[in-house]
């Protein structure tokens, strides 16, 4: 069964600085994993996501993450926080066979501070 | 881009009264659909899966009789709670999958269902 964790149910960085949110994920098959956001009372948008090819996705509003197989792995990073990047951020993961169920992580609320 | 519309956006009920919400595939025809509920705090948890023409797929633990499914047409899946109760209150989104033109998932913009 494939599952996923995100370290950190909140993270609190200042302005200016690394933001890192933290997913490991469990599948017994290649997955397809994506990083959503999510402000108050709104649906999901999409960052990023990784299928297949470079390891290395870069998304949208600066964000990017890298798919670890080694350590299943796929951690987001943004080089420098803004306010606006406050928000509640998801990792999922799906596979092929898996019916395109996605699996979402707890999620991690991301606080910027001035 | 592909775009799912989502009504309604908010509603308040009664105890014991059902609330029926849409989602409706604009600009693509939407053969599956996943339903979503998210408490306050927490993740999605996927409540069940309609596909056109034939009958829902419910999570284990879901209740079928409680949380009505169907996909009415290629356009249309809607979600209705029936005899709700305030620990239905939550917020409910769908989220249709990648399919032909599509290469990802396209969500609703979600329904915060209170029930009083």
């Known amino acids: 069964a494939q599952s996923v964790t995100q370290l950190g149910s909140h993270v609190s960085v200042s302005e200016g600085a690394l933001v890192l949110l933290r997913c490991n994920y469990s599948s017994s098959v290649p997955p397809y994993l994506f990083w959503y956001v999510q402000y108050p009372n709104q649906g999901l948008q999409l960052l990023l996501k990784y299928t297949t090819g470079a390891t290395l996705v870069k998304g949208i509003n600066g964000f990017e993450a890298e798919f670890k197989k080694s350590e299943t792995s796929f951690h987001l990073t943004k080089p420098s926080a803004h306010m606006s990047d406050a928000a509640e951020y998801f990792c999922?993961?799906?596979?092929?066979?898996?019916?395109?169920?996605?699996?979402f992580g707890t999620g991690t609320q991301l606080k910027v501070e001035l | 881009g592909a775009v799912v519309s989502q009504h309604p956006s908010w509603v308040i009920c009664k105890s014991g009264t059902s609330v029926k919400i849409e989602c409706r595939s604009l600009?693509?025809?939407?053969?599956?659909m996943f339903w979503y509920r998210q408490f306050p705090k927490q993740s999605l948890m996927l409540m069940a899966t309609?596909?056109?023409?034939?009958?829902?797929?419910?999570e284990q633990g879901v209740e079928k009789d409680k949380f009505l499914i169907n996909h009415a047409s290629l356009t249309l899946s809607t979600l209705t709670v029936t005899s709700a109760h305030p620990e239905d209150s939550s917020f409910y989104i769908c989220s249709a999958p990648p399919g032909q033109l599509r290469d990802g998932y396209t969500f609703g913009s979600g329904t915060r269902l209170t029930v009083v």
């Open positions: 600009d693509f025809q939407a053969t599956t």
């Open positions: 999922a993961v799906s596979f092929t066979g898996g019916g395109n169920k996605l699996t």
């Open positions: 309609s596909n056109e023409g034939s009958k829902a797929t419910y």
